[in-house]
């Protein structure tokens, strides 16, 4: 296998050979044979040597599950991993070895000890997710969000799914004295929502159409059709999108998370999984 420039790998290839070679397929996105105990080595390897330096592995604690209506429902994890806003992990709730049966699970908020995700209540990983239970993560993956706001910017969160995937950007964005809208097309449960939060719900094009001259960010919790697009297009380079359909390894390895970029294809586990509207193709 051809490895490209890896400072870790070349590292870790002095101390040892053979590592620096699954750290270096882990960490570089190429070929890679679909071996199930070799990339689960190769993850758990990497959560202590390769680059992606923040990377761990660690058993969370369940300590509160709550429906909060209209078909969601939140888990409180106690764990020493914390995705910042913008990032994810890879969640495990049964024993098992295979990595590509994680869940990827983004943060709905966060907390003191740990945050909390958000599922829907006929979610099938529920009957695991109990008070007590513990949940294997791996993570955290992906490009915190830088969030340098300035005080009274006006940003824009437009969801065509659960905002669960943007309420972390947008605490911290309320934190740093911004004034946030939120677009919904979906029922979602408001009175879950900060007060300071403005919530319009309805077909998501006219809500945009009605609400871009104020904005000056925006943030889309998918892949905008090119309608939305094509809306969006004056405020292309102060847009955000969220690629999250599927991370299934998070570490580069699997390529399933390609994303089409101006300058060529980009990994939402890697690069991502936000990306300005303006260098997607
Ligand atoms: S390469 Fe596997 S999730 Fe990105």
């Known amino acids: 296998m051809q490895l490209a420039h890896n400072p870790a790998a070349e590292r870790a290839a002095a101390d040892g050979g053979g590592v620096g070679a699954v750290i270096a397929a882990c960490c570089n996105p190429g070929p890679w044979r679909h071996d199930t105990i070799a990339l689960t080595a190769a993850i758990s390897l990497a959560t202590t040597l390769c680059y992606h330096a923040a990377m761990q592995a660690a058993t969370a604690r369940c300590t509160r599950i709550a429906n909060i209506g209209a078909g969601r429902t939140r888990a ?104 946030i809208t939120l677009l919904l097309e979906r029922p979602y449960p408001l009175q879950t929502l900060d007060a300071r939060i403005e919530a319009r719900h309805g077909e998501l094009l006219t809500l945009l159409r009605n609400h871009l001259a104020w904005a000056e960010k925006v943030f889309v919790d998918c892949l905008p059709g090119a309608r939305m697009r094509a809306t969006l297009q004056p405020l292309a380079g102060d847009s955000y999108a969220l690629f999250a359909e599927a991370l299934p390894c998070g570490t580069g390895a699997c390529q399933g998370c390609a994303v089409p970029g101006a300058k060529g294809y980009q990994l939402a586990c890697v690069n991502g999984p936000f990306f300005r509207l303006s260098a997607l193709a």
């Open 76 to 179: 409180w994890l106690q764990s020493a991993i914390v995705p910042q806003a913008g990032q994810f992990v890879l969640a495990r709730y049964w024993p098992g070895l295979d990595p590509y049966l994680s869940s990827a699970v983004f943060p709905a908020a966060l907390t003191s000890d740990g945050f909390a995700l958000e599922l829907p209540s006929d979610d099938a990983t529920l009957p695991y997710l109990v008070p007590g239970a513990d949940v294997r993560l791996t993570g955290p993956f992906g490009q915190p969000m830088p969030m340098r706001h300035q005080p009274d910017s006006r940003i824009l969160f437009i969801c065509a799914r659960n905002p669960h995937h943007l309420l972390p950007l947008a605490q911290q964005a309320l934190q740093a004295g911004a004034d």
